[in-house]
């Protein structure tokens, strides 16, 4: 479960700072599927990022299954992300070099495991998601959509308790997107707690609940 | 999947600014390693050159001789108390700590003679230590070795029209002139040899000896702790190096070390720059991928071991080529610069250790800030899209 409180981040600008969250209160159920959906510069992207243990907020805290998880050094929240989240980027963001299976065994790199186990757990994800024959495969061989499933099946691996999205079918046509999405619920009804940030509507049909920031405040406050 | 195995595979994606990174390095330590061999090289080079002159130190009597010459004219000597060495020095000489480094010892005695009414320097020798002594001489004749024996130089033999085979007198003794001493350009020319007893019995210097030559292998010796060593078992005697030619030599070779030694410092300096800007490039460019890497849970030195590491191969590949390329310039060079005829390329096992050493370690001091850099990076800052 994560519970926010009075989550507030600023960015310095040149006249000052400017505040892309002023206090945002929001508690996401384990298990449960949260669409965050608001305009450009709503904050959306700035309460994933924060939700997610990759960036500080200015105030207030996050606490996951009741860790305060900004009060973890570096390191600390490294390892938290390593063995709590799951992130899918909007722009796939696989490493060029690497192939669909190596992209995927990326979360395993730093654990201490066989590479034969590793091999095995992305194997099962690369399964998951549709792609055990494309596993020899570099990224830029791979369609749009088969890329955004590796992409799944990396932040997947290590079987994380929540799943962070960003924009996961802003770069895809309708009928990938459908696939995609399809992925996520069937991910969700196996247990797996999904934030997901968009600005498509029609994902947010897939989710339990949609939370719309503007401003960088919640514009229906979470209940 | 390990976090090395990125790095390598890293490499692998950027062939041309990996291979291009590594041959700058390479060239660069090419140059230094070259230099530091011919240096190196050409020492030994000196020091087995210096093995082959000869007496490099001389024993004499201690006494108030004032040499009277200028510029290669000498006028005679004004000597206030001439004195004569014992025999028994001889032994005492091969008790020194350095004893083993002794290639040859040769006694002589001198005195001035008349032959055919000409007067001549006579000089009494151990013919076997004396030619073992001095190799460069070539003779014309058989080597003398008999107590007759003779041995005569160029100069003499031309003034007192003597070939070999013929007989001289010398006071009551008839010697044989055994072979002449082809020119060599020196006192030696002038000079007329003949064994050391016969000498002594001529000059009436029976048990005497007016100097000793001593030729010391200097490879691995210091000649002035010998020196110092003969002074202290003979305090009678006169102990000098004949070392001014080859300190020469050595200053030149010291001052090519200093200047070897002072380029691997500038280009040091320049493949470290060279080193981090490419890394500084390197990491700038891959700042997603390091995003990625930091948002699914590296650690900062999970990220800076990744960037390090390529960093170090890098470092260790050029190192390698870079040994070889200049061992390679080295050995064309080295006939060139060397004394000798046949020169040998020196291989030291700590040059190329040390210098594959010193560009491992220089690329990673280099890639450290850009490591350190990417091992901090904030994976919201790198991921823009998010």
């Not at chain 1, 963001?93 to 065994?105: C, D, G, K």
């Not at chain 2, 110092?228 to 305090?235: G, K, M, N, S």
Request: charged residues 15%.
């Amino acid at each position: 479960m994560i519970t926010t409180s009075n989550v507030t981040k600023n960015y310095p600008s040149g006249a000052g700072n400017v505040a892309a969250l002023k206090g945002v209160d929001l508690t996401v159920e384990t298990g449960e599927f949260v669409c965050i959906m608001g305009q450009s510069g709503s904050g959306k992207s700035t309460l994933l990022t924060i939700l997610g243990g990759m960036c500080h907020p200015s105030a207030g805290s996050v606490e996951v299954d009741g860790a305060a998880i900004y009060s973890l050094n570096d390191d600390g929240l490294a390892d938290f992300r390593a063995g709590h989240f799951g992130f899918v980027f909007q722009s796939f963001h696989l490493v060029p070099y690497l192939t669909a299976l190596e992209n995927v065994m990326l979360p395993l790199a730093p654990l201490k495991m066989s590479a034969l186990e590793k091999q095995q757990l992305a194997s099962d994800a690369l399964t998951r998601v549709g792609l055990a024959d494309c596993a020899g495969r570099l990224p830029s061989r791979l369609s749009g959509g088969e890329q955004e499933r590796v992409a799944i099946a990396r932040a997947v691996v290590n079987r994380p308790a929540i799943l962070f999205a960003d924009e996961p079918t802003g770069n895809l046509d309708s009928a990938t997107s459908d696939q995609v999405m399809g992925l996520f619920a069937e991910l969700h009804q196996a247990g797996q707690t999904i934030v997901m940030v968009t600005h498509n509507p029609d994902n947010g049909r897939y989710a339990q609940r949609t939370i719309r920031l503007k401003d960088g405040l919640l514009d229906t406050p979470d209940s | 999947m390990r976090p090395y195995q990125i790095a390598l595979k890293n490499l692998i994606r950027r062939p041309a600014r990996m291979f291009f990174l590594t041959v700058a390095l390479a060239v660069g330590l090419a140059a230094v390693v070259a230099l530091v061999t011919l240096s190196n090289s050409m020492t030994a080079d000196i020091e087995h050159t210096m093995d082959q002159f000869g007496a490099n130190i001389l024993i004499t009597p201690k006494s108030n001789d004032l040499a009277l010459s200028y510029g290669g004219i000498s006028l005679g000597r004004v000597s206030f108390d001439q004195r004569e060495l014992d025999p028994s020095v001889l032994e005492r000489i091969r008790t020194i700590k350095n004893h083993q480094n002794i290639a040859a010892v040769a006694p002589k005695v001198l005195g001035a003679v008349t032959l055919q009414g000409k007067e001549l320097l006579l000089v009494g020798v151990d013919f076997a230590a004396e030619l073992r002594m001095k190799p460069w001489w070539r003779l014309t004749g058989t080597e003398p070795s008999a107590a007759d024996d003779a041995l005569l130089g160029s100069n003499a033999a031309r003034v007192l029209g003597v070939k070999p085979g013929d007989r001289l007198t010398v006071g009551d003794r008839s010697f044989k002139v055994a072979a002449l001493l082809q020119e060599t350009g020196s006192q030696d020319d002038g000079l007329l040899f003949v064994p050391l007893a016969a000498a002594q019995a001529i000059t009436a210097k029976q048990g005497k000896i007016t100097l000793i030559e001593v030729a010391a292998l200097c490879s691995g010796c210091p000649i002035g702790e010998m020196v110092d060593q003969i002074a202290a078992v003979l305090p009678d005697a006169k102990v000098s190096a004949i070392k001014q030619v080859v300190e020469g030599r050595l200053q030149t070779i010291g001052q090519l070390k200093r200047f070897s030694l002072g380029m691997g410092g500038v280009i040091a300096l320049i493949g470290l720059l060279v080193v981090f800007i490419t890394m500084m490039g390197n990491v700038n460019e891959r700042k997603v991928e390091i995003g990625i890497f930091r948002a699914i849970g590296y650690r900062t030195g999970h990220v800076m071991g990744i960037i390090l590491l390529e960093a170090g191969l890098v470092g260790l590949v050029a190192g390698l080529a870079g040994y070889l390329l200049g061992l390679g310039a080295a050995a064309i060079a080295l006939p060139l610069l060397a004394q000798s005829d046949h020169p040998h390329l020196l291989l030291q096992w700590q040059v190329a250790l040390a210098a594959i050493a010193a560009v491992g370690l220089v690329s990673l001091l280099a890639a450290v800030y850009p490591a350190r850099r990417a091992g901090r990076m904030d994976p919201a800052d790198a991921l823009r899209s998010l």
